[in-house]
């Protein structure tokens, strides 16, 4: 009986071990997972996590790219992919929604969860990205009386629309991490602290009732604000520059943890301007100095800019966008900044331990140290195809008065003429002199 007894306990034993191992592995690959932080990191699920991530945004990339593209960015070293939520690609007209074909935010997170990576939402939803109006729609300029970027009831009543049908969404789908889903921070708000001082009190109002908004909407994973000095208490400020290690002044308490939200990987190219060029070694040194100096999060901005489609950049800005990234706008790896960022990360990945639990010191090298940056260099093979190609020019007509379908006594103003349809109009104007 008391071997029975004995045999019974170790099985049951056995049972209990099997089953913790179950739910930590189910945990660990889209369970439910906890997200909180302190001064040192995030704390997911109960483990601090040392977070490298990169700006990928979906509808800068056709969907079908997209497995190829968060598979090249994991392969790279990074376990978080960054996005904007895009306001004018969802809400074209005033509540009519499109989250289709490259617009399909949730396809997307899932397709980055599906690679066991996690996901920063950045809500915005001003986004300024170098895309068009600042991914505001065009009704929203027709609001009446309304002042963008203000404590000012018009703004404020979309604004919150729109952020609550985004968390809506993401709720639905169960995207958020403590849902079992990849999302582990969200953003409400971009740069603010750029453009505060502008507002005046209008301006501090208008940030608080933002962080309010957004923790108020949901509050089981940390919201952050990117330069944001006087960030609300509520949530996280966070660094955006090339040498966050110097140039930030730490977060917004004394428990909160640095993070880096936009490390910029180059420079995107405006019409007539060479391309941006950025060392691998600068980047891959100041991501080093960042986590040497306390940080824990470093996001690439961009990791793979893509293509600005159609008519979506914002003026002047070219429509290949960050093609110096890791990844270039056609998705491949530009050398040697992608495998020279995967090598960091994996010597970072070394010292988690000490920068996660251990005590910072500075220590003296007194020895003369030399650093050596390359350059990325794009290597290319002719196209046969394109060799033949043949340029064909067409004349568009030009109407006459009579032909114009508005008449007006005054030049109307450009934007509300095109209504954000087309980048140019024609213009016609006749007179009449009259005998004395």
């Not at 998705?331 to 960091?344: A, C, I, M, N, Y």
Request: positive net charge.
């Amino acid at each position: 009986m008391r071997a029975a007894a004995a045999l019974l306990s170790c099985r049951s034993s056995l049972v209990l071990a099997v089953v913790s191992l179950l739910a930590a592995a189910s945990a660990q690959e889209g369970g439910p997972r906890s997200v909180t932080y302190d001064h040192k990191s995030l704390i997911i699920n109960g483990t601090r996590e040392l977070i490298f991530s990169g700006s990928v945004h979906y509808p800068r990339c056709p969907a079908d790219t997209w497995p190829d593209i968060i598979r090249k960015a994991k392969k790279g070293g990074l376990n978080t992919i960054q996005t904007y939520v895009f306001w004018n690609v969802h809400e074209p007209e005033e509540g009519k929604f499109d989250f289709q074909g490259n617009n399909d935010l949730v396809k997307f997170i899932k397709v980055i969860g599906e690679q066991g990576m996690f996901v920063t939402l950045r809500v915005g939803p001003y986004l300024e990205a170098e895309w068009n109006f600042g991914g505001f729609p065009y009704w929203l300029r027709e609001v009446r009386n309304i002042t963008f970027r203000s404590y000012n009831q018009p703004f404020m009543y979309h604004m919150k629309r729109f952020t609550q049908m985004v968390i809506d969404l993401m709720k639905r789908e169960k995207l958020f991490a403590p849902q079992g889903g990849p999302i582990i921070l969200a953003q409400i708000e971009n740069e603010y602290g750029n453009v505060q001082l502008a507002y005046r009190d209008d301006g501090k109002k208008y940030i608080n009732w933002a962080a309010d908004m957004a923790v108020g909407l949901y509050n089981e994973i940390p919201w952050i604000m990117c330069k944001q000095k006087d960030a609300p208490n509520s949530v996280i400020s966070a660094c955006n520059g090339r040498h966050c290690a110097d140039t930030f002044q730490g977060s917004n308490g004394a428990n909160k943890p640095l993070l880096w939200t936009e490390n910029w990987t180059a420079q995107y190219r405006v019409f007539g301007d060479p391309p941006s060029q950025r060392a691998a070694e600068d980047i891959a040194f100041s991501v080093a100095r960042f986590f040497a100096t306390g940080g824990s999060l470093v996001n690439y901005y961009m990791y793979y800019g893509g293509t600005s489609f159609g008519r979506t950049t914002s003026s002047f800005v070219t429509t290949r966008y960050y093609d110096e990234a890791p990844l270039d706008e056609f998705g491949l790896k530009r050398e040697p900044k992608w495998s020279h960022l995967r090598d960091v990360h994996r010597a970072i990945k070394l010292a988690k331990k000490p920068i996660l639990w251990g005590n910072r010191s500075v220590e003296k090298i007194t020895a003369d140290l030399e650093i050596v940056s390359q350059h990325n260099a794009r290597n290319f093979h002719p196209s046969k195809i394109a060799r033949n190609l043949k340029w064909e020019m067409f004349q568009e007509p030009i109407p006459s008065f009579d032909e114009l379908p508005i008449k007006n006594q005054v030049p109307r103003e450009f934007y509300s003429l095109t209504k954000d349809t087309s980048d140019y109009a024609w213009y016609s104007t006749r007179y009449a002199v009259l005998a004395c």
